[in-house]
């Protein structure tokens, strides 16, 4: 069943349209003065609407938070600096392409990372004003750009990471790449700020045609997959529209498209929870691309653009009804929904280590803890990577688990990779299964939202957990772990087994009850923990787990099985039950 | 801080029948008009009443306090301490309520209020959200500390109230809102309406608090006539000389010192701040500070244990034109100079030491004086031993001096304070780090809370245009940067109408960027016309402020042209040389003048004091 069969609400919101929405209008097709901004010497910072604007082009502004009631005393501003998010569809890099953002990240980064995140793509940190531009001539220099990976459009494309089976997955990217242009913004305003591209005058440019996102673009942030079951690496009920490879004989022969995933909410908001998305039927190949634009223009004309709130696709289909989205989208696209074709997700994790795909190239998948790729004492973690980068005939692959995977390597290459990344500290026979099924978003101290921290909080808890799970005898299995330093939902923690949302400095939400195959959202068990308290509790429930579960039990199965926590069945009217 | 002379103008008409030279000339009238004329009818009068016991009294007498019964315009001061927005939403609407009931009102982002201004306000209301575990929201955080500390002035004729955002989930719900809601009440303030705690779902109950408030003061804030407006004193000027001075100290309250250079800046640089108390001590933009300080124990036992001496030793002095005895220790740290060297101390001491090297450092005047302004006494003696007397010791070296540093603040923004910018002088001496003698003892040495010993050095070379509507450019790279604090400080308070234009530089943006914040506030209210900012390190190429002169060349004739006065503040030896040798390239080129026809410009621009210099 789907969530939302019953509703039958108002198919527009009416009221006073959010502010976003008059500074979309104004924008002129995203330029709004963000030039002036970036000649202005007096502030590291942009102004205004500028400031939600640089998001359509793929920035954040953000400042060191670490220090910045310092800087308050010394009269300076906050250290301004911007984070960037690079529009990879599928999360595939080349080596050479790698050898230079390595570059950029090393001189011209304040933090000289380059951060995988949850979205399969790279961020760098930390880029001052003065180099903003430079970043982005060195991309497209490369061939990359950050158009639309943040804003109220459709984000960066995923995909599943799966080189092993190499012909559908050649496939499904093919199509991750398509969606993900044919859902650009068209506008020149990126090419002409950052690249210096020929200016295209007035309102009669051809550009003032959005003729998918139109000249508001869409109410709140979209984002979409493409996934090769039964891995579902890219969290699918994460995702606003999602794309189920479907294959007959190793061949890919349409999609199962799945509508109105999402995990944001606000903390103390009853009206916003975190979502799984509904299953509108098959589509075959050819359908893929006009399903994906009416799906898109649907929520773009549906979408609740006065509470912003509420105005993920997820609210829509909770607001109209599925049945009616779907025959809209129908409509829009010209096409009836075939049934779905069964297919079933079975893990999310990444295979790390060497796997061997179909076409008997080798692929090394490494883990990179909090997707963080930095040189650390003893574990030059970024060398390692650019090391191999120097001498790698394949492709790099991120994943939607922060990791990286060097891609179609020869047998005979094997072993001089392996080296490397073993002198750099990138492969550690030693890391946890618990750790691996372990994940944080960025939080503090770059990111303007964090309530509490995430990836710096992490590592830590993950050491706290393994004993745990080692004193209750239970040191070979492993908990879905995730910790998210807001309600927003960037580390995807309302699809783990223990999801922690980040309240305030030290404080956290606790979750319970998602699944291994992230198919189900966790319920709040607990409000408020401090980290003490989290342990104390995880403890509790492990010797519960450890002693009370049925055969492979998971987890996240055994919390609700025993009556620990509520299963959330329908998110709007179980979640904060 | 000079006062208007105020005339109702009925007054002035009967007087400027006769004209017998007592009368206002044709711009003074304007002035006086000018200055009256926002007044309410209560207001002239009373000013009619000012200016006739003024007359009476002559040019020095006091002026009496104003009555009670004066009316003023009163005006709703709306702050907002918000997070995500919440706060600031619920402020707006506030201010469009009270507006719509015909409340004048003055809303605020409680970061952009000066938190001195609170005792001028009549009638207060705050919007506070909370941070998570209780703390103030980032831009509530300075007003927050100065309401908690013991800055915060007595407010007896305040009223106001508090709405208190927060999320009942945290254990220290609606703190922020509760602690101004504390503080203000015990600063004398008097509540009207009780504060309300508003959770998540904050709607109706900020909603009722709104209109409840505006209700309750509606009356009183728009009645225009009625005699219930707080008293003011009008400021006096000091007009009889200080009896401060350099020989006779103040002796002041060291009441701040904060860094003001980010935690990656190769310089420290503190923004210092002294309370001058009842002391009546008054300076004026442009002025400088005197300091007398200490020098550092640590420096002068390792000075004493190098030649020897155990700092008891009896030596004998003229303070003031008059032997008296002091132990050695003493007189080291308190009476004599040891951290600037004098050449003749290094010829000197050549000589007592017979040290090969240091003879010939002596025997060139260059040499010598370079050496001396490298290297403190302490290093001049470990370098060459020598024998010597306690006595002989103490007369070798100079009394020790006060500084002078450039005053940062004008008293119109700052009363009974004075604010100095710093730079803190360290250098590396053989693996010893040396620091300066004042700059240590301000910035590392003093506590907050100790005496400090200061005196006022006036500097008429170094003023605004009498003329409020004249342009002024200023360039003051690095901590040269401190009297045009106190120029904007003026000017603001002045309500100047004429363009200012901030020359800054330093090494980078991030980090050396002094108040930077200040700046960015004076660019917003449009006090400050233009900044252009040099950072020398923050690219492969060296930026200077003289190269942004030189970039804005035409612009800058055509402020010289309009009248505008220029001032330079900073290092003599290069900056000021380089800064004045852009500035006749400019007047040459702009004015297409020979170079000496533009060093004429630049000498009529000095004669006229249109071109002042304050240089160290």
């Known amino acids: 069943m789907t969530d939302s069969s019953n509703a039958k609400g108002p198919l527009v919101v009416e009221g006073n349209l959010a502010d976003n929405e008059r500074l979309k209008r104004e924008s002129n097709f995203l330029r709004g003065t963000i030039e002036q901004d970036l000649s202005d010497r007096v502030t590291g910072g942009f102004t205004a609407d500028n400031f939600q604007l640089i998001r359509f082009h793929g920035m954040y502004q953000q400042d060191d938070r670490d220090i910045r009631a310092e800087r308050t005393k010394q009269k300076l501003e906050p250290l301004h600096n911007v984070m960037l998010r690079a529009r990879m569809p599928g999360g595939i890099i080349k080596p050479e392409q790698w050898l230079a953002i390595h570059k950029f990240a090393t001189d011209k980064t304040m933090y000289g990372s380059i951060r995988l995140t949850t979205r399969q793509t790279f961020q760098f940190h930390g880029v001052l004003k003065p180099n903003i531009k430079l970043m982005h001539q060195t991309l497209n220099s490369i061939g990359i750009d950050s158009i639309a990976t943040a804003g109220d459009v459709n984000r960066n494309v995923l995909c599943t990471t799966n080189p092993v089976e190499s012909e559908l997955h050649q496939e499904a990217y093919e199509w991750a790449t398509k969606i993900s242009e044919h859902l650009l913004p068209k506008t020149r305003a990126y090419a002409e700020i950052w690249l210096d591209g020929e200016k295209l005058e007035g309102p009669e440019g051809k550009e003032t045609q959005e003729p998918i996102l139109g000249s508001n673009y869409l109410p709140r942030k979209f984002k979409t997959t493409v996934v090769i079951p039964p891995q579902n690496d890219v969290d699918v009920h994460a995702n606003d529209l999602n794309f189920i490879a479907i294959a007959d004989q190793g061949k890919l022969v349409g999609f199962n498209v799945l509508v109105g995933g999402g995990l944001a909410m606000t903390h103390g908001d009853k009206s916003t929870y975190p979502r799984k998305a509904d299953d509108l039927g098959f589509v075959p190949l050819a359908n893929t691309l006009d399903v994906a634009a009416a799906v898109v223009t649907t929520q773009r004309d549906w979408g609740n653009r006065v509470n912003r709130k509420n105005a993920k696709t997820k609210y829509t289909l909770d607001r109209v009804g599925t049945d009616v989205f779907k025959a809209e989208v129908e409509k829009r696209a010209g096409i009836t929904f075939e049934d779905s074709r069964p297919y079933e997700f079975t893990g999310r994790g990444d295979r790390i280590g060497w796997v061997e795909g179909f076409d008997g190239k080798h692929h090394l998948a490494l883990f990179i803890e909090n997707g963080r790729l930095l040189d650390y004492p003893g574990k030059a973690l970024k060398t390692g990577v650019a090391e191999i980068a120097k001498i790698h005939k394949g492709d790099f692959r991120m994943t939607a688990n922060q990791n990286l995977i060097v891609a179609g390597v020869a047998l005979e290459d094997k072993a001089q990779i392996e080296k490397i990344a073993r002198d750099h500290g990138l492969m550690d026979d030693g890391v946890s299964k618990q750790r691996k099924d372990s994940m944080a978003c960025v939080a503090f101290p770059t990111c303007p939202l964090a309530m509490a921290e995430a990836e710096r909080y992490l590592p830590g808890l993950v050491d706290d957990v393994e004993r745990i799970l080692a004193k209750h005898n239970v040191a070979d299995e492993s908990i879905i772990l995730r910790v998210t330093g807001c309600p927003n939902g960037c580390g995807r923690a309302m699809l783990a087994e223990i999801g922690l949302v980040g309240k305030g400095p030290g404080k956290y939400n606790m979750h319970l009850g998602g699944n291994v195959s992230g198919t189900r959202v966790p319920k709040m068990y607990k409000e408020n923990l401090g980290e003490q308290d989290i342990l104390t509790e995880i403890d509790t429930l492990v010797a519960r787990w450890a002693v009370e579960r049925n055969t492979n039990e998971s987890f996240g199965d055994f919390v609700i099985r025993a009556g620990i926590i509520a299963e959330v069945k329908v998110s709007k009217r179980d979640f904060h039950d | ?616």
Not at chain 2, 4 to 22: R, Y
Not at chain 2, 237 to 258: D, I, M
Not at chain 2, 569 to 595: F, N, W, Y
């Open chain 2, 1 to 616: 801080m000079g006062e208007i002379v105020m005339l109702p103008e009925q007054h002035l008409k009967n007087q400027n029948t006769s004209n017998g030279g007592s009368a206002l000339d044709a711009s003074q009238l304007t002035q006086l008009q000018q200055a009256t004329a926002n007044y309410s009818s209560l207001q002239l009068a009373w000013a009619s009443g000012y200016l006739a016991a003024k007359s009476e009294q002559g040019q020095n007498a006091q002026v009496l306090p104003a009555p009670a019964a004066v009316a003023v315009a009163k005006t709703l001061t709306i702050l907002y301490a918000s997070q995500t927005g919440n706060a600031k939403g619920v402020a707006t609407q506030l201010a469009t309520t009270a507006t719509d009931a015909g409340i004048t009102v003055n809303l605020k982002n409680i970061s952009d209020y000066k938190a001195k201004s609170l005792k001028s306000e009549s009638h207060l209301l705050i919007v506070a959200s909370t941070n998570g575990e209780g703390e103030p929201p980032d831009d509530a955080i300075e007003f927050h500390e100065f309401l908690s500390g013991k800055k915060a002035p007595k407010l007896p004729n305040l009223r106001y109230s508090v709405l208190a955002l927060g999320d009942s989930s945290y254990e220290f719900f609606c703190q922020t809102g509760k602690d101004f809601d504390e503080r203000l009440k015990a600063l004398g303030a008097e509540q009207v309406t009780p504060r309300v705690d508003c959770d998540v779902d904050y709607d109706s109950d900020s909603q009722s608090w709104s209109l409840n408030i505006i209700e309750s003061l509606k009356e009183e804030l728009t009645q225009t006539d009625a005699g219930l407006a707080p008293v003011y004193d009008l400021p006096v000027t000091a007009g009889a000389a200080s009896q401060y001075n350099k020989q006779n100290p103040l002796l002041a309250e060291f009441s701040l010192s904060q860094k003001i250079t980010g935690r990656d800046s190769a310089k420290d640089v503190r923004h210092i701040e002294i309370d001058l108390g009842e002391s009546g001590l008054t300076y004026q933009a442009g002025d400088a500070l005197g300091v007398w300080f200490e020098n550092d124990k640590q420096l002068v036992a390792e000075l004493l244990a190098t030649l020897n001496f155990t700092g008891e030793e009896q030596v004998t002095l003229k303070v003031s034109g008059e032997d008296k005895s002091f132990n050695l220790e003493e007189a080291l740290t308190e009476q004599l100079e040891i951290t600037q060297t004098a050449p003749a101390f290094i010829e000197y001491w050549a000589n007592v030491s017979g040290d090969e090297a240091l003879l010939t450092v002596a025997a060139d005047k260059n040499t010598a004086r370079e050496y001396a302004a490298n290297h403190q006494i302490v290093d001049v003696i470990a370098a060459a031993k020598a024998d010597i007397s306690a006595q002989d010791l103490a007369d070798s070296l100079r009394k020790i001096t006060p500084r002078l540093y450039s005053i940062a603040s004008a008293q119109a923004e700052v009363e009974e304070e004075v604010h100095l910018t710093v730079g803190l002088v360290e250098y590396d001496e053989n693996g010893q780090l040396r620091t300066g003698g004042a700059s240590g003892y301000l910035a590392n040495r003093l506590e907050e809370g100790q005496s400090v010993k200061v005196f006022v050095e006036h500097n008429d070379n170094f003023r605004l245009p009498a003329n409020g509507d004249t342009p002024v450019i200023m360039i003051g790279p690095g901590t040269g940067v401190a009297p045009f604090r106190a120029f904007m400080q003026q000017r603001d308070a002045d309500e100047a109408a004429g363009d200012n234009w901030m020359f800054f530089g330093d090494q980078t943006f991030t980090q050396d960027f002094l108040y930077q914040v200040e700046w960015q506030g004076y660019l917003k209210s449009g006090l400050l016309t233009r900044l252009d900012l040099a950072f020398s390190r923050d690219q492969a190429e060296k930026i200077y402020v003289q190269d942004r002169l030189r970039e804005n060349a035409q612009e800058l004739f055509a402020w010289l042209e309009r009248g505008a006065h220029v001032y330079i503040c900073g290092d003599m030896s290069r900056m000021a040389k380089d800064v004045e040798a852009a500035l006749l390239e400019i007047i040459a080129e702009q004015g297409s003048l020979s170079e000496e026809q533009a060093k004429e410009y630049l000498k009529d621009l000095r004669n006229a004091k249109r071109y002042q210099k304050d240089v160290y």
